[in-house]
């Protein structure tokens, strides 16, 4: 199976360490993973700030970067939401829509693609998930509080898998941190109040670590975090179940 | 120009506590909703009828509004025809001269607020008086309605009791809202049996029937409608829908999504005037066939107007109804408005994180997130976008298209973050504002792979 | 051209493509095995009261001791109730007065706890809300799971006016407080007759 590993920009230049923990675990699991290297961004910040139009090459990018492949993983749910709802390539429209069908956000891919049952993972620790919102409302990759449908999570599914951990739900189980991309400056108070409101329920939980698949969230809670002083740290998911503590 | 959507959102929660009390309680009103839904094990299934039916009902809808207005009719209701929020106005205007009334009511109406009905009056020296209690309340106030189904949804009971004291000569100090409920409704009961003329809103108007449906839970929609000589309904024209058994379906919905009840006190369906009385109905266009010529957009008239996506927007909640200032917030408002007014209101498709909460509690099925991100789309092409955020987005697309490039700024930027952090720690930085930046590593998860991953391991 | 040609014209023009209406295939809505008691428990949740009553002389007896009380009330019920010409005469300002009025209603809904009654049962359309208090009574028969069944019962049409009626008069504009008791009827009281 040839997975090819796409590693979103901010996570490439600021979170590499999530990255590596991807990477590693796919291969734990036996995948062939390649991580083509001239990738850069699926064009989320251009597209959801109105610039769709200005993509083209980055989309292009992509599409060069992520033909041929089985599989195209990444852990970020919202770039894989863009992915599978904006990737187009007018010189290419067939590769941009294999690569549409066959990307899978990581906790997707191995609970429904790798069909993982158990995890040799250790973590010591209180976490609280957070569910962001393009991998929960946008992937399904949970039941949402809106709907009225049978209640499943799969990146709680593969947390039960690891040793020690103590699981805990904020009160409001998925409701936004407020991130959401440019919005986090052009409508910095909203973003923030929002970003403080999920730190005080996951603080009112005591839990060690926040944790979720998409660093964009974790970043902007981390961010209020350490504003804080706080003692609570952002983990991204792919760091516990590649954990071995 | 307006103020913007995020300056008077950041004036909202500057005051912490005042809008921790409105999230909070907004948030008491989606879970009330959502017990409600679990009530129905088809609830999900209802959701589809009612998308459906809307869907159908947009698909032929001058057929509809035909057959509407022929039964109408018939059934001695008055039909008039309203282009714009100043036609539907004068429609109005002139039945009150005709009378020569004084004393008017008026129960909700969002659409007669959309055409700003009681400034126009005001201007020509009629009141109307609102009768909705957050209605009255707001309106005592001289503000808009913060929110379509709570109008008074911004204020406390302090604020309340303040401005009854000051109107109705209420008890100063006293708070509690079953003494100032009592103290309107003496007020109003007072206001409704003088009543000339009731203007109503519609919730449902029924082709097949030429009757509409106007609901309350207060009943003061009826004690105006029932008691004046004149009552005038508005309704735009989406109102609409094929059949009385369609009613089940959307009443079903309505009350459930708005605020957890099973359904409103009063559904009232309002076919024939009562003898000697005048019935009018003005059906009002005002951007409304525009937006249904907008393939992407279309959809959102099939809106009930229950404000679910108000209650569950993390956004509105943090800011408040005025904080959009149109006549309709919130989510739903943010793909209506920008068609009414694209340069005004430009700013409020972007705010919003576009989590989806809103299309998940739409009781018809209106993919609320997807227009916010599609209207940004064409805001941009239209040219509303600011400038400087132009020349942002342009930068960052042609880094992003050009790899060693994107590398090198990449690189550039987190040796400059890490020598020099007051480039980006300080008040230029919107992030930094409240929010600690993350830590530069020292190498990208490509320069790792290059010399950790498997290219270098075989 | 009109305005309501223009209107008109303009969504010919932009309405997309007919889709057809869905079949409400309603094997799937809920249904109720105790449809009164479900009635009786969602009434309640929401305000109203609800008797269950083995025949209408309980009414009867009510209306006469109220009128025997001199209880202001408008009864639309009994053999002996009042003139209906007069009842559809009174004034608002006089009907603002009466204490408490006495209404059947055609059909009661189980799910939410509604009763819908036409023009012709209230004689008067303002009667309901203006009351103080509200009495409807209902055949225990006529209680129905949804409002689906509700709408087979009932011809929405055939009249000038009618209304599903769910408890009292009530608002929570203030700070969301509920309060009972707004503009219409303080208190709802449905019969139901066995």
């Given at each position: 199976?040839?997975?090819?590993?796409?590693?979103?920009?901010?996570?490439?230049?600021?979170?590499?360490?999530?990255?590596?923990?991807?990477?590693?675990?796919?291969?734990?699991?036996?995948?062939?993973?390649?991580?083509?290297?001239?990738?850069?961004?699926?064009?989320?910040?251009?597209?959801?700030?109105?610039?769709?139009?200005?993509?083209?090459?980055?989309?292009?990018?992509?599409?060069?970067?992520?033909?041929?492949?089985?599989?195209?993983?990444?852990?970020?749910?919202?770039?894989?939401?863009?992915?599978?709802?904006?990737?187009?390539?007018?010189?290419?429209?067939?590769?941009?829509?294999?690569?549409?069908?066959?990307?899978?956000?990581?906790?997707?891919?191995?609970?429904?693609?790798?069909?993982?049952?158990?995890?040799?993972?250790?973590?010591?620790?209180?976490?609280?998930?957070?569910?962001?919102?393009?991998?929960?409302?946008?992937?399904?990759?949970?039941?949402?509080?809106?709907?009225?449908?049978?209640?499943?999570?799969?990146?709680?599914?593969?947390?039960?898998?690891?040793?020690?951990?103590?699981?805990?739900?904020?009160?409001?189980?998925?409701?936004?941190?407020?991130?959401?991309?440019?919005?986090?400056?052009?409508?910095?108070?909203?973003?923030?109040?929002?970003?403080?409101?999920?730190?005080?329920?996951?603080?009112?939980?005591?839990?060690?670590?926040?944790?979720?698949?998409?660093?964009?969230?974790?970043?902007?809670?981390?961010?209020?975090?350490?504003?804080?002083?706080?003692?609570?740290?952002?983990?991204?998911?792919?760091?516990?179940?590649?954990?071995?503590? | 120009?307006?103020?913007?959507?995020?300056?008077?959102?950041?004036?909202?929660?500057?005051?912490?506590?005042?809008?921790?009390?409105?999230?909070?309680?907004?948030?008491?009103?989606?879970?009330?909703?959502?017990?409600?839904?679990?009530?129905?094990?088809?609830?999900?299934?209802?959701?589809?009828?009612?998308?459906?039916?809307?869907?159908?009902?947009?698909?032929?809808?001058?057929?509809?509004?035909?057959?509407?207005?022929?039964?109408?009719?018939?059934?001695?209701?008055?039909?008039?025809?309203?282009?714009?929020g100043?036609?539907h106005?004068?429609?109005?205007?002139?039945?009150?001269?005709?009378?020569?009334?004084?004393?008017?009511?008026k129960s909700k109406s969002m659409l007669t607020e959309e055409c700003h009905l009681n400034?126009?009056?005001?201007?020509?020296?009629?009141?109307?008086?609102d009768?909705d209690?957050g209605e009255?309340?707001v309106?005592?106030?001289?503000?808009a309605p913060s929110h379509i189904v709570l109008p008074?949804?911004?204020?406390?009971?302090?604020?309340?009791?303040?401005?009854?004291?000051?109107?109705?000569?209420?008890?100063?100090?006293?708070?509690?809202?079953?003494?100032?409920?009592?103290?309107?409704?003496?007020?109003?009961?007072?206001?409704?049996?003088?009543?000339?003329?009731?203007i109503t809103g519609v919730n449902?108007?029924?082709?097949?029937?030429?009757?509409?449906?106007v609901c309350t839970?207060?009943?003061?929609a009826?004690?105006?409608?029932?008691?004046?000589?004149?009552?005038?309904a508005c309704m735009g024209?989406e109102k609409?829908?094929?059949?009385?058994?369609?009613?089940?379906?959307?009443?079903?919905?309505?009350?459930?999504?708005a605020?957890?009840?099973?359904?409103?006190?009063?559904?009232?369906?309002?076919?024939?005037?009562?003898?000697?009385?005048?019935?009018?109905?003005?059906?009002v266009?005002n951007?409304r066939?525009?937006?249904?010529?907008?393939?992407?957009?279309?959809?959102?008239l099939?809106c009930i107007r229950c404000a679910?996506?108000f209650?569950?927007?993390?956004?509105?909640?943090?800011?408040?109804g005025?904080?959009y200032?149109t006549a309709v917030a919130g989510?739903i408002g943010?793909?209506l408005s920008?068609?009414l007014?694209?340069?005004?209101?430009?700013?409020?498709?972007?705010?919003?994180?576009?989590?989806?909460?809103?299309?998940?509690?739409?009781?018809?099925?209106?993919?609320?997130?997807?227009?916010?991100?599609?209207?940004?789309?064409?805001?941009?092409?239209?040219?509303?976008?600011?400038?400087?955020?132009?020349?942002?987005?342009?930068?960052?697309?042609?880094?992003?298209?050009?790899?060693?490039?994107?590398?090198?700024?990449?690189?550039?930027?987190?040796?400059?973050?890490?020598?020099?952090?007051?480039?980006?720690?300080?008040?230029?930085?919107?992030?930094?504002?409240?929010?600690?930046?993350?830590?530069?590593?020292?190498?990208?998860?490509?320069?790792?792979?290059?010399?950790?991953?498997?290219?270098?391991?075989? | 051209?009109?305005?309501?040609?223009?209107?008109?014209?303009?969504?010919?023009?932009?309405?997309?493509?007919?889709?057809?209406?869905?079949?409400?295939?309603?094997?799937?809505?809920?249904?109720?095995?105790?449809?009164?008691?479900?009635?009786?428990?969602?009434?309640?949740?929401?305000?109203?009261?609800?008797?269950?009553?083995?025949?209408?002389?309980?009414?009867?007896?009510?209306?006469?001791?109220?009128?025997?009380?001199?209880?202001?009330?408008?009864?639309?019920?009994?053999?002996?109730?009042?003139?209906?010409?007069?009842?559809?005469?009174?004034?608002?300002?006089?009907?603002?007065?009466?204490?408490?009025?006495?209404?059947?209603?055609?059909?009661?809904?189980?799910?939410?706890?509604?009763?819908?009654?036409?023009?012709?049962?209230?004689?008067?359309?303002?009667?309901?809300?203006?009351?103080?208090?509200?009495?409807?009574?209902?055949?225990?028969?006529?209680?129905?799971?949804?409002?689906?069944?509700?709408?087979?019962?009932?011809?929405?049409?055939?009249?000038?006016?009618?209304?599903?009626?769910?408890?009292?008069?009530?608002?929570?504009?203030?700070?969301?407080?509920?309060?009972?008791?707004?503009?219409?009827?303080?208190?709802?009281?449905?019969?139901?007759?066995?």
């Amino acid at each position: 199976m040839q997975v090819a590993l796409f590693i979103p920009c901010y996570i490439d230049q600021f979170y590499p360490q999530v990255g590596i923990a991807t990477l590693q675990l796919l291969e734990k699991l036996g995948c062939d993973v390649s991580f083509p290297l001239e990738q850069t961004c699926c064009g989320q910040p251009m597209a959801n700030s109105g610039f769709a139009s200005l993509s083209k090459g980055c989309d292009a990018n992509f599409v060069e970067n992520f033909s041929g492949f089985d599989y195209i993983v990444a852990p970020s749910g919202s770039c894989v939401l863009h992915v599978k709802e904006h990737l187009q390539d007018a010189a290419h429209p067939e590769k941009a829509a294999n690569i549409r069908k066959n990307v899978y956000e990581l906790t997707e891919f191995l609970t429904d693609v790798l069909k993982v049952e158990k995890l040799q993972a250790r973590f010591p620790f209180k976490v609280g998930l957070h569910n962001s919102c393009h991998g929960q409302r946008g992937l399904h990759l949970s039941s949402m509080t809106e709907t009225m449908t049978p209640s499943f999570s799969k990146p709680e599914q593969l947390l039960n898998m690891v040793t020690d951990i103590r699981l805990s739900k904020p009160k409001r189980n998925d409701e936004c941190c407020g991130f959401g991309g440019t919005f986090c400056v052009f409508e910095e108070a909203v973003s923030v109040k929002m970003g403080k409101d999920r730190v005080a329920e996951h603080d009112d939980n005591e839990v060690d670590y926040i944790s979720g698949g998409d660093t964009s969230c974790l970043m902007h809670l981390e961010g209020i975090l350490k504003r804080q002083g706080s003692k609570i740290k952002t983990i991204h998911i792919a760091e516990i179940l590649n954990s071995s503590l | 120009m307006k103020i913007s959507h995020a300056a008077l959102a950041e004036k909202f929660i500057a005051d912490e506590p005042r809008t921790d009390w409105h999230d909070d309680t907004l948030w008491f009103v989606r879970e009330k909703r959502d017990k409600a839904a679990h009530g129905l094990p088809e609830w999900e299934q209802l959701r589809e009828w009612g998308s459906q039916i809307k869907d159908h009902t947009l698909s032929n809808l001058s057929n509809y509004l035909k057959e509407f207005e022929e039964k109408a009719k018939a059934n001695g209701i008055i039909v008039h025809w309203a282009g714009d929020g100043d036609e539907h106005n004068k429609i109005i205007h002139t039945i009150i001269q005709k009378h020569k009334i004084q004393k008017i009511v008026k129960s909700k109406s969002m659409l007669t607020e959309e055409c700003h009905l009681n400034d126009y009056l005001q201007e020509k020296g009629i009141e109307v008086v609102d009768t909705d209690l957050g209605e009255r309340i707001v309106q005592f106030r001289k503000e808009a309605p913060s929110h379509i189904v709570l109008p008074a949804i911004h204020l406390k009971r302090e604020d309340v009791s303040e401005t009854f004291h000051e109107h109705l000569q209420t008890e100063k100090g006293n708070n509690d809202p079953q003494y100032l409920t009592e103290a309107a409704r003496q007020h109003l009961r007072d206001k409704f049996v003088q009543s000339e003329l009731a203007i109503t809103g519609v919730n449902f108007a029924v082709a097949e029937t030429g009757g509409f449906v106007v609901c309350t839970n207060e009943g003061n929609a009826d004690m105006g409608a029932h008691t004046a000589a004149v009552h005038i309904a508005c309704m735009g024209f989406e109102k609409i829908i094929p059949k009385a058994e369609h009613l089940a379906v959307f009443l079903r919905l309505l009350a459930r999504s708005a605020t957890g009840q099973p359904i409103t006190t009063y559904s009232s369906h309002f076919h024939k005037p009562r003898p000697g009385q005048e019935m009018h109905l003005v059906i009002v266009d005002n951007g409304r066939s525009k937006q249904l010529g907008r393939e992407d957009f279309r959809n959102s008239l099939k809106c009930i107007r229950c404000a679910a996506c108000f209650n569950t927007c993390p956004v509105y909640r943090r800011s408040g109804g005025h904080s959009y200032q149109t006549a309709v917030a919130g989510p739903i408002g943010s793909i209506l408005s920008p068609n009414l007014d694209m340069k005004a209101n430009a700013d409020l498709p972007f705010a919003s994180t576009l989590c989806g909460s809103c299309t998940n509690v739409c009781p018809v099925k209106i993919n609320i997130h997807e227009q916010l991100w599609k209207w940004r789309q064409v805001i941009v092409a239209e040219g509303y976008a600011d400038s400087t955020k132009t020349i942002g987005m342009k930068t960052m697309a042609y880094l992003f298209s050009k790899p060693s490039l994107y590398r090198f700024a990449g690189k550039m930027g987190r040796r400059m973050m890490k020598a020099f952090p007051f480039m980006t720690n300080n008040k230029f930085n919107v992030w930094y504002k409240q929010r600690e930046m993350p830590k530069p590593p020292k190498e990208s998860f490509r320069e790792w792979y290059l010399k950790n991953g498997k290219i270098n391991r075989k | 051209m009109s305005v309501r040609e223009n209107i008109l014209n303009a969504i010919a023009t932009n309405q997309p493509t007919l889709v057809p209406l869905p079949v409400l295939n309603r094997t799937a809505v809920i249904s109720y095995e105790d449809r009164y008691a479900q009635f009786k428990s969602v009434l309640e949740s929401i305000g109203g009261k609800t008797e269950l009553i083995l025949n209408i002389e309980i009414v009867i007896e009510k209306i006469r001791s109220d009128k025997a009380n001199d209880t202001f009330i408008i009864d639309t019920i009994s053999a002996e109730s009042i003139d209906t010409a007069d009842t559809i005469a009174l004034s608002a300002f006089e009907l603002e007065k009466v204490e408490r009025a006495y209404i059947k209603g055609t059909v009661a809904v189980a799910e939410n706890g509604a009763v819908w009654v036409y023009e012709s049962q209230m004689k008067n359309r303002l009667l309901p809300f203006i009351c103080q208090h509200l009495v409807l009574v209902i055949d225990k028969n006529d209680i129905v799971a949804t409002m689906h069944d509700a709408y087979d019962k009932i011809n929405v049409g055939s009249e000038g006016f009618g209304a599903f009626i769910a408890g009292p008069s009530k608002t929570a504009d203030i700070e969301q407080s509920l309060v009972i008791g707004a503009h219409g009827a303080r208190s709802t009281t449905v019969y139901v007759v066995e």
